[in-house]
């Protein structure tokens, strides 16, 4: 579990001030932690005890302790595919055995994820997703972002606009321009963290957008601009990350959104469903 997690399991039994403390951890997070006592205290204006109280409550011995475990998730957010290259080299010539491996790796992460996920969070994501006063959009890094258009397709049948950035990294400054105070981005951005990303959720930010951040358990720097953080389970221990959680939780945001909103989405269906019965040829024509 991250300390992100731990904070979240942690915060209800807080008292005021070590919430205080909490908060500036993940809107800063990890910077804030890796600070100064002192610092810490600082920006979340309060007292070095209580900030020290708040660091025992999420079960660390020591200040220090508290500041490693934040570095050990640093660096394996930051790692490359050869750096997670450790199991992958006594298998390859046992590739039977790689199936079920990576089968039981990605089964123990939906189990984590659909374990670590606040109910409370999801349950904020869909109702921003489903609110149809307010346009969605929907983007993703060099990998997420096809989950992000698997989530976009879906979710424009069900409710009325429903956009994807797409193109270029210059041209969604370009499309920054159409967004509008209130709108919903739903952004997926799990390790290396792109910066692109960061810089598209930050204006969006400055736009008044709700942003609702698809991630991995450490947490993509656009956590501080997001309004609803869901982590998702990605590391098999091999070469590549897995997708699988993320593409998961897409699905059931959907199947979500479309329930709560069904007296929208069945018309619409139905539209669509006539649509391409109009669009069919009769069993008289050939093509």
């Given at each position: 579990m991250t300390?992100?997690?731990?904070?979240?399991?942690?915060?209800?039994?807080?008292?005021?001030?070590?919430?205080?403390?909490?908060?500036?951890?993940?809107?800063?997070?990890?910077?804030?932690?890796?600070?100064?006592?002192?610092?810490?205290?600082?920006?979340?204006?309060?007292?070095?005890?209580?900030v020290l109280r708040f660091v025992a409550k999420l079960g660390y011995p020591s200040y220090p302790e508290f500041q490693r475990a934040l570095r050990g998730e640093i660096h394996e957010s930051l790692m490359s595919p050869l750096d997670k290259d450790r199991?992958?080299?006594?298998?390859?010539?046992?590739?039977?055995?790689?199936l079920n491996q990576i089968f039981d790796r990605v089964r123990a992460n939906l189990a984590e994820t659909a374990r670590d996920l606040s109910d409370s969070e999801l349950d904020a994501a869909c109702?921003?997703?489903?609110?149809?006063?307010?346009?969605?959009?929907?983007?993703?890094?060099?990998?997420?972002?096809?989950?992000?258009?698997?989530?976009?397709?879906?979710?424009?049948?069900?409710?009325?606009?429903?956009?994807?950035?797409?193109?270029?990294?210059s041209t969604w400054r370009d499309q920054i321009l159409d967004v509008r105070a209130g709108d919903?981005?739903?952004?997926?951005?799990?390790?290396?963290?792109?910066?692109?990303?960061?810089?598209?959720?930050?204006?969006?930010?400055?736009?008044?957008?709700?942003i609702v951040l698809v991630t991995d358990q450490w947490l993509s720097p656009i956590?501080?601009?997001?309004?609803?953080?869901?982590?998702?389970?990605?590391?098999?221990?091999?070469?590549?990350?897995?997708?699988?959680?993320?593409?998961?939780?897409?699905?059931?945001?959907?199947?979500?959104v479309t329930l709560e909103g069904w007296d929208t989405s069945k018309e619409r269906i139905r539209k669509l469903e006539s649509l391409a019965a109009v669009s069919e040829p009769s069993s008289g024509e050939t093509g």
């Open positions: 300390v992100a997690q731990q904070v979240h399991d942690t915060l209800p039994g807080m008292t005021a001030a070590e919430k205080k403390a909490a908060r500036v951890l993940l809107a800063r997070y990890p910077i804030a932690g890796l600070s100064s006592v002192a610092e810490f205290a600082a920006l979340a204006g309060t007292s070095g005890p209580t199991t992958d080299r006594g298998d390859r010539a046992a590739a039977p055995s790689v109702a921003l997703l489903g609110d149809l006063r307010h346009q969605c959009y929907c983007l993703g890094g060099r990998f997420s972002d096809s989950v992000a258009a698997y989530m976009a397709s879906h979710l424009r049948i069900v409710r009325p606009g429903v956009r994807r950035f797409e193109g270029q990294v919903v981005a739903v952004i997926f951005d799990i390790r290396r963290y792109q910066e692109d990303l960061l810089e598209v959720a930050q204006r969006l930010s400055e736009r008044k957008v709700r956590a501080r601009y997001a309004q609803v953080v869901l982590p998702c389970r990605i590391d098999i221990g091999r070469t590549w990350d897995s997708s699988a959680a993320l593409l998961v939780l897409a699905e059931v945001i959907v199947n979500r």
